[in-house]
């Protein structure tokens, strides 16, 4: 089962990923960004902080599809746009086989995969060709991720709207 959970920025995805792992368990957390700076350090604090003991957490910015396939229970992959931004930074001409190699592990996997990811594609074109090619690639993993996905929502100020 895959769920796919959208939105804007600080609009309540993680929450709301949270709630539909309900009691669900075993129960891992895979968290992609880099802890580069104390206000990212901050940001995780946070999250860390949402989540109760029950759920192991794994930093991984790159390589996350070979944990989700080692994984039972219920993972959050959260977020799969800074997990590509990482792609894009480091290897750009990789980002098409490893999203294609990201799906493939969420349809094979043996647990509930809840990933979250940024709707980026409903505003402006951005100004630079790195910024249009991140918008790009986004709308085409969420896609991939979403034609898979059993339930696809999108999260508006806190409020869950089903999309699929």
């Given amino acids: 089962m895959i769920t796919l959970i959208t939105g804007g920025a600080r609009s309540g995805k993680t929450r709301f990923a949270l709630s539909v792992a309900g009691e669900l368990r075993p129960c891992t957390y895979i968290a992609t960004a880099e802890l580069l700076d104390e206000e990212m350090r901050e940001r995780a604090r946070r999250h860390r902080m949402e989540r109760d003991e029950r759920w192991r957490t794994i930093e991984e910015p790159y ?12 993972v959050i992959v959260d977020c799969l746009t800074i997990w590509l931004s990482n792609w894009m930074l ?11 190699a990201l799906c493939s592990a969420f349809e094979t996997a043996a647990c509930h995969v809840i990933a979250v990811t940024n ?3 409903s505003s402006i074109v951005p100004d630079n060709p790195l ?4 918008r790009d690639w ?6 991939r991720t979403a034609a898979s996905a059993t339930g696809v929502y999108l999260v508006v100020c806190g409020i869950p709207v089903r999309v699929k």
């Fill in 131 to 134: 910024a249009r090619r991140f």
């Fill in 138 to 143: 986004s709308g085409f993993m969420n896609q």
């Fill in 119 to 121: 709707e980026v594609g």
């Fill in 90 to 100: 480091r290897e750009e001409r990789q980002v098409e086989r490893e999203i294609d």
């Fill in 63 to 74: 390589h996350i599809a070979k944990y989700v396939k080692d994984v039972t229970g219920v």
